[in-house]
């Protein structure tokens, strides 16, 4: 007797669930990495697998005429692996779309919030990416070829979402009084108005006020140093990675804004951008670890490589020199 569609999926999930007992976690790390490398500046990541029942029940979907929504259950369902961004501001998510973009194959783009403009309403508001793991994120490799989902939202956005799904879809099925719905919408509306402010703040947040090369590096100055010798080139990271960067520097002699900007200089940006091939326009920290290695070698290795949040980061600037030292005998 044939396999029942839905016993062939439980045997496949379950199989799969037993292979990849880290996907959760693998998939929040890459996505970090990924978004720090490149200056994408995030509250966080999370990442799920879908749950057995979930995955049954939305397997068994059918439509209006009664066809099963996802005849190829395995196939057709693209959020078995699910990841969700949180930005502080709006402007931020164009940024991670274009990183996405630069290090997934796309299979569907879908702004959740112009749709729900163009419907002449507010409400919920995410940008949903369907994407195929490739051979170019080694962080995946394990993953090759998966597809998976990423909800892209702003901080707001999010607390909105999760509260509205837990007063409409977990205090039962009766209805809900007008009211409700009216006061969703009026909190929506406050909520697109404070993310449009927010944005605004971010734009007129860059420092453009020039200081002396003498000026100390540290944590709290090293954001404004580099906007001024980096003048918006590469983008800003999360902020508590710019107190490791300082202590990087450091570690290398470089302690003075004047060290940093010839550190910073034109000719090694360019061996750096042309060795490592980046797929997006690295973030200040990771430019400046690249730097860093390109100037100091093994040194910089043996110094830093147990620094940071990365359990591999010695053989990443390993494999990193090796890349730089390779394009210099090109050169």
Same mark, same amino acid.
């Given at each position: 007797?044939?396999? +029942?569609?839905?016993?062939?999926?439980?045997?496949?999930?379950?199989?799969?669930?037993?292979?990849?007992?880290? %996907? %959760?976690?693998?998939?929040?790390?890459? #996505?970090?990495?990924?978004?720090?490398?490149?200056?994408? #500046?995030?509250?966080?990541?999370?990442?799920?697998?879908?749950?057995?029942?979930?995955?049954?029940?939305? %397997?068994?979907?059918?439509?209006?005429?009664?066809?099963?929504?996802?005849?190829?259950?395995?196939?057709?369902?693209?959020?078995?692996?699910?990841?969700?961004?949180?930005?502080?501001? +709006?402007? &931020?998510?164009?940024?991670?779309?274009?990183?996405?973009?630069?290090?997934?194959?796309?299979?569907?783009?879908?702004?959740? %919030?112009?749709?729900?403009?163009?419907?002449?309403? =507010?409400?919920?508001?995410?940008?949903?990416?369907?994407?195929?793991?490739?051979?170019? &994120?080694?962080?995946?490799?394990?993953?090759?070829?998966?597809?998976?989902?990423?909800?892209?939202?702003?901080?707001?956005?999010?607390?909105?979402?999760? =509260?509205?799904?837990?007063?409409?879809?977990?205090?039962?099925?009766?209805?809900?009084?007008?009211?409700?719905?009216?006061?969703?919408?009026?909190?929506?509306?406050?909520?697109?108005?404070?993310?449009?402010?927010?944005?605004?703040?971010?734009?007129?947040?860059?420092?453009?006020?020039? *200081?002396?090369?003498?000026?100390?590096?540290?944590?709290?100055?090293?954001?404004?140093?580099?906007?001024?010798?980096?003048?918006?080139?590469?983008? $800003?990271?999360?902020?508590?990675?710019?107190?490791?960067?300082?202590?990087?520097?450091?570690?290398?002699? #470089?302690?003075? &804004?004047?060290?940093?900007?010839?550190?910073?200089?034109?000719?090694?940006?360019?061996?750096?951008?042309?060795? &490592?091939?980046?797929? =997006?326009?690295?973030?200040?920290?990771?430019? #400046?670890?690249?730097?860093?290695?390109? @100037? =100091?070698?093994?040194?910089?290795?043996?110094? *830093?490589?147990?620094?940071?949040?990365?359990?591999?980061?010695?053989? @990443?600037?390993?494999?990193?020199?090796?890349?730089?030292?390779?394009? $210099?005998?090109?050169?």
């Amino acid at each position: 007797m044939a396999e +029942s569609p839905i016993s062939k999926l439980s045997n496949q999930y379950h199989e799969w669930v037993r292979v990849h007992p880290r %996907a %959760a976690r693998d998939f929040r790390d890459a #996505i970090e990495d990924l978004l720090n490398d490149a200056g994408v #500046i995030f509250d966080r990541v999370a990442a799920r697998v879908k749950t057995w029942p979930s995955l049954k029940a939305k %397997a068994k979907k059918r439509n209006a005429n009664g066809d099963v929504v996802y005849p190829h259950p395995w196939d057709d369902i693209h959020d078995i692996m699910g990841v969700r961004v949180n930005v502080f501001h +709006s402007t &931020m998510i164009p940024e991670a779309l274009t990183i996405f973009g630069d290090s997934f194959e796309v299979i569907k783009s879908v702004d959740k %919030a112009a749709e729900t403009r163009v419907a002449g309403g =507010f409400g919920y508001g995410s940008h949903h990416l369907v994407l195929r793991v490739t051979e170019d &994120m080694e962080d995946l490799a394990d993953y090759v070829g998966m597809r998976f989902e990423v909800q892209i939202r702003t901080v707001l956005q999010h607390a909105w979402a999760e =509260f509205e799904h837990d007063i409409r879809y977990k205090q039962g099925s009766g209805a809900q009084p007008p009211q409700v719905d009216r006061l969703f919408t009026l909190a929506a509306g406050l909520i697109e108005l404070a993310d449009n402010q927010f944005d605004e703040i971010a734009a007129l947040k860059d420092p453009d006020e020039h *200081t002396d090369s003498d000026i100390q590096i540290s944590a709290e100055t090293l954001p404004g140093i580099l906007a001024v010798l980096l003048t918006g080139r590469f983008p $800003r990271s999360r902020s508590e990675h710019y107190r490791w960067l300082a202590d990087l520097l450091e570690t290398n002699g #470089i302690t003075t &804004m004047g060290q940093l900007e010839n550190l910073l200089n034109e000719h090694d940006i360019q061996t750096v951008h042309d060795a &490592m091939k980046y797929r =997006f326009r690295p973030g200040q920290v990771r430019l #400046i670890d690249d730097l860093l290695l390109n @100037r =100091f070698g093994e040194s910089h290795i043996d110094a *830093t490589a147990e620094t940071g949040t990365r359990r591999d980061r010695r053989q @990443r600037l390993i494999s990193r020199l090796k890349a730089l030292r390779s394009m $210099r005998n090109k050169q």
